[in-house]
């Protein structure tokens, strides 16, 4: 059981440069969201997905777009990266009904820098 | 709209206990969590509590819900210097799966 895969782990990309980071899991999860760390500003929510085909704005969405073609795969795609863009992205799974087990699965995160 | 705050440091001595503090502001949040970053790693779930709830005991670990003043805090007993990490509260309103984040505190364990 693998749980919620990140790829890459680490990316340079040159400003106006396009790319995708990669976000799997294999726990069935419905909801599915992307976060990225700043110091001192903690996580903020980018997108999120209850479900495949559904996908929403999260705090701070400008400059990345997002897809839920099925359950397992979350990807988030920078259009035209900017140095404002540099950070530690991470991606998270979890149901999305009440009870025990509400608990969200991370990625170990991808640290992207935009020169 | 929904905040979450937390300060951003904590240095104990090995052995003691640590509090770490988080207010937020929405009132239908259900569960607070309370995650943990090791450096260079994702998130893992420490404890959580349902908002129903005032108090929550897991071996070394208490958690406290004060929810007139929407204050949670965990306290880890004899703190350890592999305990050193940051430390992050969330809460989850009514919307599903989404979780808010406070800033995180880390907690810097000295021998």
């Known amino acids: 059981n693998a749980g919620v895969t990140q790829t890459p782990k680490f990316q340079v990309l040159k400003t106006g440069q396009s790319m995708t980071l990669q976000c799997a899991q294999d726990?069935?999860?419905?909801?599915m969201s992307w976060y990225r760390q700043d110091p001192g500003m903690g996580l903020r929510l980018i997108h999120y997905?209850?479900?495949?085909?559904?996908?929403d704005q999260g705090e701070v969405p400008n400059g990345y777009n997002v897809s839920r073609s099925t359950t397992e795969d979350f990807p988030l795609r920078l259009l035209s990266a900017a140095p404002s863009q540099t950070s530690v992205y991470f991606c998270?799974?979890?149901?999305?009904?009440?009870?025990?087990?509400?608990?969200?699965?991370f990625g170990q995160g991808t640290r992207l820098t935009v020169v | 709209g929904e905040d979450v705050e937390q300060s951003l440091f904590l240095s104990v001595r090995e052995g003691d206990s640590s509090v770490i503090n988080c207010t937020y502001t929405?009132?239908?949040?259900?569960?607070l969590y309370w995650y943990k970053q090791e450096p260079g790693a994702g998130l893992q779930l420490l404890t959580y509590?349902?908002?129903?709830?005032d108090m929550k005991q897991d071996q070394r670990l208490t958690v406290l819900l004060n929810k007139k003043d929407k204050h949670l805090s965990l306290r880890i007993a004899d703190t350890q210097t592999g305990d050193s990490a940051i430390y992050f509260c969330?809460?989850?309103?009514?919307?599903?799966?989404?979780?808010?984040f406070g800033q995180g505190t880390e907690l810097s364990v000295k021998p």
């Open positions: 726990m069935n999860h419905e909801y």
């Open positions: 998270a799974s979890s149901d999305v009904g009440t009870g025990m087990n509400t608990e969200a699965f």
């Open positions: 969330a809460e989850r309103g009514n919307q599903g799966g989404k979780l808010i």
């Open positions: 997905s209850v479900g495949a085909g559904i996908t």
């Open positions: 929405d009132s239908s949040s259900t569960y």
């Open positions: 509590i349902f908002s129903n709830m």
